[in-house]
């Protein structure tokens, strides 16, 4: 997640619902189990959140439960919404057995929630904010996962891809502005460096089947 304040150009009134990311477990079955579009999450405090497209979540290794991270939105908007780490249900699921063995677990507090006026940010200045936001995100990104890669594999940035997810404006550094937050995400290609190498020295050159290539 990344944040950059722009300045502020007036006030405009907004309706807006909380989101954020939980782990859904599976420990009904070793096969993987379909949760629907819009599958309700109820928090322990009684607020009902919702998935927007349907997702499978893996089967269960052993005692271990399969898991899947998915976004869940508030089924309405407001502050009341906004809540920290909690587990939830899956109310769809109540008077079955597997009510008790397909559950979620906040990974972040779910935030974003509001009703009322909120200062805002004029059309230029947001896609100039969120083009700066971008760039910064995708380098950081690019740079994170290079330093994980293991020292016998190769990361292409060619072939890797950036996505984007507008998150909800905050105060900015200043009273007179707006902070504009944005979460990316990465996926990148990866090759075994020997792997790689073989491959591509296919036909180049003389070899034994068992000579190494660098």
């Not at 890797?160 to 979460?183: C, H, K, Y």
């Amino acid at each position: 997640d990344k944040g950059l304040s722009v300045p502020a150009s007036g006030e405009k009134e907004v309706s807006r619902k909380a989101s954020g990311t939980i782990v859904v477990y599976n420990n009904a079955s070793t096969e993987p189990q379909r949760l629907i579009e819009n599958t309700r999450f109820e928090s322990a405090n009684g607020k009902i959140y919702r998935i927007a497209s349907a997702i499978s979540v893996p089967g269960k290794k052993g005692k271990t439960p399969g898991s899947l991270e998915a976004v869940v939105t508030a089924d309405a908007p407001g502050e009341s919404y906004n809540i920290g780490l909690t587990d939830f249900t899956v109310p769809g699921l109540k008077g079955t057995p597997r009510y008790q063995t397909i559950y979620a677990r906040s990974k972040t507090p779910i935030t974003g929630g509001f009703i009322g006026m909120e200062k805002g940010v004029s059309a230029e200045d947001l896609a100039r904010g969120k083009a700066a936001l971008k760039e910064a995100l995708s380098q950081e990104l690019l740079s994170r996962a290079e330093a994980e890669v293991p020292p016998d594999f190769i990361l292409f940035p060619s072939l890797s891809s950036t996505n984007f997810e507008d998150l909800p404006q905050s105060v900015g550094d200043s009273g007179g502005s707006v902070a504009i937050n944005m979460r990316g995400s990465l996926h990148g290609i990866m090759f075994k460096r020997s792997d790689l190498a073989t491959a591509l020295s296919l036909g180049k050159a003389p070899r034994a089947a068992d000579d190494p290539v660098e």
